[in-house]
């Protein structure tokens, strides 16, 4: 896929999409979820900034698009009550862990949607928009297309731009700048 010599090139990530794509499509039953899924992988993905590095890049992107896989189960699970939700011990134990931090986790979970309100404000109403309907509202890419009276091509650009500003301005909030910040 791409040399040793430097980051994946744009027929790389074009082709390693288009696998990503295949893999969740045979793993779901939804074909919109199933693009849902491949473009919030490839997002983290470039995210991490591993696609920069001279790191083989599938590995990482698949056991990505694995965990993300097995979160999207585990919620249709838990939505329809069908079917037992298999976690592993330590899962397990991180869950009661969680349950009883309580009010340090309450607030920690406050600042966080402090920071990303912060961070939406930002950005400009369409992108704003197609992420609020996506990841808020629970919207399809498709429905939020239909919606907005937009290509599905422009949704995912808006929404994995909205995702990468509002990551970016979260790490700089934790790294103590100034990043958008308006208090």
């Known amino acids: 896929m791409s040399d040793a010599s430097g980051p994946v090139?744009?027929?790389?990530?074009?082709?390693?999409?288009?696998?990503?794509?295949?893999?969740?499509?045979?793993?779901?039953?939804?074909s919109q979820d199933a693009d849902d899924l491949t473009q919030d992988a490839l997002v983290r993905w470039l995210d991490s900034r591993v696609y920069e590095q001279a790191v083989p890049p599938r590995p990482l992107l698949f056991r990505i698009a694995r965990n993300l896989l097995y979160d999207h189960w585990r919620r249709q699970q838990v939505?329809?009550?069908?079917?037992?939700?298999?976690?592993s011990d330590s899962a397990e134990e991180s869950d009661d862990a969680l349950q009883t931090e309580g009010p340090l986790r309450q607030l920690e979970q406050q600042q966080r949607l402090h920071l990303l309100a912060i961070?939406?404000?930002?950005?400009?109403?369409?992108?704003?928009?197609?992420?609020?309907l996506h990841k808020f509202e629970g919207l399809s890419q498709a429905a939020v297309a239909e919606r907005m009276g937009i290509s599905l091509s422009m949704v995912e650009k808006h929404i994995a731009s909205a995702l990468l500003h509002c990551r970016k301005q979260a790490r700089t909030a934790q790294t103590g700048g100034s990043g958008g910040s308006r208090d």
Do not use: I, N, Y
């Not at 744009?10 to 082709?15: F, K, R």
């Not at 961070?119 to 704003?128: F, M, T, V």
């Open 9 to 30: 090139g744009s027929a790389d990530l074009t082709s390693l999409r288009a696998e990503l794509r295949r893999f969740l499509d045979r793993r779901m039953s939804s």
């Open 79 to 87: 939505r329809t009550g069908s079917g037992v939700v298999e976690l």
């Open 119 to 132: 961070a939406l404000e930002d950005l400009p109403p369409k992108r704003k928009e197609a992420f609020v």
